[in-house]
């Protein structure tokens, strides 16, 4: 086991109260830019956080499989914990890397190791200032008032690369390797099975499956939905976003 800070602290993510428990360095290291900028009490919170430590010991003797150091298994299952309660919330984390551009997120979801984070940082390269990845790995989305937000949240992957900030969503694309470019629009229920692949699914809310697709449904008939083969360049960078863009 690790070595262990109990840290409890009031954090604002995906502009949910949130009073969150770690045991180790990394989510504390990575949360620190979503603590609460204004003082709340406790009992305010929208969820509390915190798995205990001998939870992550029970899962690791549960699941062999896991080979983690205790610091990552906290950060997976606080962020799949994160994600449960987001259902609540009219909302979903997406396995995804985020680009911000003139206020919309634009969302490139695929099986890690496609090259979705190369994508968006040809985006940058293309774009320049006027762009910005607000998470790299697991953004949080939710309806507020009828409008689809993307939230930067502090899961973000290998590369810790995400903003505590917000921007409308502009677009959901499922993105494939290909030596050709290519993007078109896709259907909703094709699409709906690759989101659900891709959203956070470690920890069991079968009692909120009815919830969660409803939510995936009502995300996806909302917004454009696509799907796109893609080299790695900037020419594939630029047909997206003259594809996609939002203004």
């Known amino acids: 086991m ?8 009031k954090y604002e993510i995906a ?3 949130v009073l969150m428990t770690t045991y180790y360095d990394r989510v504390r290291e990575q949360a620190k830019d979503y603590l609460a900028k204004t003082d709340w009490d406790e009992s305010d919170a929208d969820h509390e956080l915190d798995l205990g430590i001998d939870f992550y010991e029970e899962q690791k003797q549960k699941n062999p499989e896991i080979k983690s150091d205790d610091a990552t298994v906290e950060y997976v299952l606080t962020g799949a914990l994160f994600n449960r309660f987001l259902i ?5 984390m997406l396995h995804s890397s985020a680009v911000v551009v003139d206020g919309y997120a634009y969302l490139f979801s695929a099986d890690s190791g496609t ?7 040809e985006w940058l390269k293309y774009l320049g200032d006027k762009a910005y990845v607000i998470n790299d790995d697991k953004p949080a989305i939710r309806n507020v008032d009828g409008e689809w937000f993307v939230y930067g949240t502090p899961w ?12 409308k969503l ?7 390797r290909s030596e050709d470019n290519w993007i078109e629009e896709d259907k909703v229920q094709e699409a709906i099975p690759k989101f659900f692949k891709q959203t956070v699914r470690r920890l069991n809310y ?12 009502k995300m996806l008939s909302d917004v454009p ?11 594939a960078a630029k047909m997206a976003y003259e594809k996609i863009r939002r203004v």
Do not use: P, Q, R
């Open 115 to 121: 090259g979705k984070s190369t994508h968006t940082k």
């Open 15 to 17: 502009g949910l109260k």
């Open 170 to 176: 502009g677009a959901i694309v499922f993105l494939e």
């Open 156 to 167: 973000s992957g290998k590369t810790d690369t995400n903003e505590n900030a917000k921007a």
């Open 88 to 92: 609540a919330h009219n909302g979903l």
């Open 225 to 235: 939905v696509y799907k796109m083969g893609c080299n790695i360049s900037e020419e």
């Open 206 to 217: 079968e009692e909120n499956m009815d919830k969660v697709l409803s939510t995936m449904e």
């Open 2 to 9: 690790g070595e262990v800070n109990k840290f409890k602290a």
